[in-house]
T-cell receptor, first 115, second 111 residues
Framework: GAVVSQHPSRVICKSGTSVKIECRSL??????MFWYRQFPKQSLMLMAT?????????EQGVEKDKFLINHASLTLSTLTVTSAHPEDSSFYIC???????????FGSGTRLTVV | QKEVEQDPGPLSVPEGAIVSLNCTYS??????FMWYRQYSRKGPELLMY????GNKEDGRFTAQVDKSSKYISLFIRDSQPSDSATYLC???????????FGGGTRLMVKP
């Protein structure tokens, strides 16, 4: 089945630094990938839609200059949290849709802690 | 009012019980319905995918859709402690470009 790999699974960074999270579709090409944020005991909140070869589409309230998304190839999208602050600490998850299958496949998530 | 409503639980049941998880929705544009299971600190895993009204069975899991009532259910038979997780319903519009999640129900199956 479709596999989406997300890396790193856990990262701790200092306030003011930037962190890059990678999302790869391993056995299919994904023209569109999605980035979500999840707070403890809450559901997934869509942050942005990543489109291969074009600009990402951000949801209302999500700062595009803070959460930089790059989708340079059909199998890789990256989310960079710039100038991270403690309030950016959260669980970030990516997903993609395999055109050969139904539904959306999610990565294993990245737990970001900003200290 | 949220587009997709789901009781957050937690729902605690003994091992072997039949579990019923439900979601209601208000947007008639939703045409595809999914159930995801999410273990703590992991990404959601797709369990069931349905399109039409009716039942779909896969092992111990049965997904039920009633489009006329805008109500979907997931039944788990012979529940196991390993089923303890958060279950998220998700709905997709016909164009396939709008995926909306319920808030998730936390299930605990006690041995």
């Amino acid at each position: 089945g479709a596999v989406v790999s997300q890396h790193p699974s856990r990262v701790i960074c200092k306030s003011g630094t930037s962190v890059k999270i990678e999302c790869r579709s391993l056995d299919f090409q994904a023209t569109t990938m999605f980035w979500y944020r999840q707070f403890p005991k809450q559901s997934l909140m869509l942050m942005a839609t990543s489109n291969e070869g074009s600009k990402a589409t951000y949801e209302q309230g999500v700062e595009k200059d803070k959460f930089l998304i790059n989708h340079a190839s059909l199998t890789l999208s990256t989310l960079t949290v710039t100038s991270a602050h403690p309030e950016d600490s959260s669980f970030y998850i990516c997903s993609a849709s395999d055109p050969r299958a139904y539904g959306y496949t999610f990565g294993s998530g990245t737990r970001l802690t900003v200290v | 009012q949220k587009e997709v409503e789901q009781d957050p639980g937690p729902l605690s049941v003994p091992e072997g019980a039949i579990v019923s998880l439900n979601c209601t929705y208000s947007n008639s544009a939703f045409q595809y319905f999914m159930w995801y299971r999410q273990y703590s600190r992991k990404g959601p895993e797709l369990l069931m995918y349905t399109y039409s009204s009716g039942n779909k069975e896969d092992g111990r899991f049965t997904a039920q859709v009633d489009k006329s009532s805008k109500y979907i259910s997931l039944f788990i038979r012979d529940s196991q402690p390993s089923d303890s997780a958060t279950y998220l319903c998700a709905m997709l519009n016909n164009a396939g470009n709008m995926l909306t999640f319920g808030g998730g129900t936390r299930l605990m199956v006690k041995p």
